[in-house]
């Protein structure tokens, strides 16, 4: 019995691992981009790249027509990304409370946040190192808490913890307040506590309901950013089908950078800002270009750029 609460951990990294392994050779249609960050924040790549877009655009003189459209895609996706998080926090908890399920915790609330922030959910191995981290330094400091303050216990537990996440280089700040989850999970002797019993009782709890009701978060975000794509997609084509042959013409040119008649997902980002003045993240452009490259090099040519503004 032991051997299983033990390998369980274990073996959900594994499956989380070997999924994330797999999904780059699924075939197209059947695979979504999923931010590889495991960071609450954007890095610094990302943020660099960001201000060289707009700087581009800026020195090309182009002004963006569209900002009306960028308002509204991005007024969607906020209502979508809100709405359908609140009904799976609301569905978790009443799964939990009243018919005793054990999918759901108040630090799911920081998980869900961050599951739904973003166009797609980030890396799920963030989630699950963080989880291994914090039940072993629970567990670690399970040997000598019981002759420790509490104060000096949380500070142990948040050092620890913000150790871990540099160590792994995985940030996921909900999993700091597991700690404390886990401590009032804990048998109430002190004995209990030290012995094996109290080992099992927290990885108990780690699994029922952290990690469960957290798998169920990031499929619902997972499901939910195919629905916001569709949204966003059909607001910018909207605004691309206004355009005519010249204009999509003389942008593809204006931001082939390396003038060998081809966008990458980059120059495509750059090209559809300037154009309709939709800052479509780099997964949707990503997505755009694996949808129109006919030849599979990852690069789209005029013919290919164009289907892109004009498919419905």
């Known amino acids: 019995m032991l051997r299983s609460y033990v390998l369980a951990p274990v073996i959900v990294l594994v499956c989380f691992q070997t999924a994330a392994n797999a ?3 699924l075939p197209s249609v059947f695979r979504f981009p999923l931010d590889p960050r495991p ?3 954007a890095d610094s790549k990302a943020q660099v790249h960001s201000a060289t877009t707009k700087t581009d655009v800026q ?3 182009a002004t963006p027509p569209g900002i009306a459209s960028k308002s509204v895609a991005r007024s969607l996706d906020t209502i979508i990304a809100g709405v359908g998080l609140g009904l799976t926090i609301a569905t978790l908890a009443a799964l939990d409370s009243y018919f005793n399920l054990k999918v759901f915790c108040p630090p799911m609330l920081a998980s869900g946040t961050i599951f739904f922030a973003g166009p797609t959910p980030p890396d799920i191995s963030g989630f699950a190192k963080a989880t291994l981290g914090a039940v072993a330094v629970y567990n670690i400091l399970g040997l000598v808490r019981t002759s420790l303050s ?3 216990v949380m500070g142990a537990m948040s050092g620890c913890m913000l150790m871990w996440f540099k160590a792994t280089n995985a940030i996921f700040p909900a999993c700091v307040s597991l700690g404390l989850l886990l401590a009032q999970a804990a048998p109430s002797s002190e004995a209990q506590q030290l012995s094996w019993a109290g080992v099992q009782a927290s990885l108990n709890y780690a699994l029922f309901p952290w990690v469960s009701g957290n798998i169920a978060l990031y499929v619902m975000a997972i499901l939910l950013s195919l629905c916001r794509w569709e949204v966003r997609n059909r607001v910018m ?12 013409r003389r942008t593809f040119k204006q931001f ?4 060998d008649g081809y966008l990458d997902a980059t120059e495509v980002k750059v090209a559809l800002r300037a154009a309709i003045g939709c800052d479509v993240a780099l997964a949707d452009c990503e997505r755009l270009v694996g949808e129109a490259d006919t030849d599979g090099d990852g690069v789209v040519d005029f013919h290919e750029f164009q289907h892109i503004c004009s498919a419905t």
Do not use: F, H, I, N
Not at 256 to 259: A, K, Q, V
């Open 23 to 25: 999904l780059p050779r």
């Open 39 to 41: 960071l609450l924040t």
């Open 59 to 61: 020195a090309a003189g």
């Open 150 to 152: 509490q104060p000096v």
């Open 237 to 248: 084509k909207s605004e691309l089908r206004a355009l005519s042959a010249q204009d999509l």
């Open 256 to 259: 082939d950078t390396s003038g």
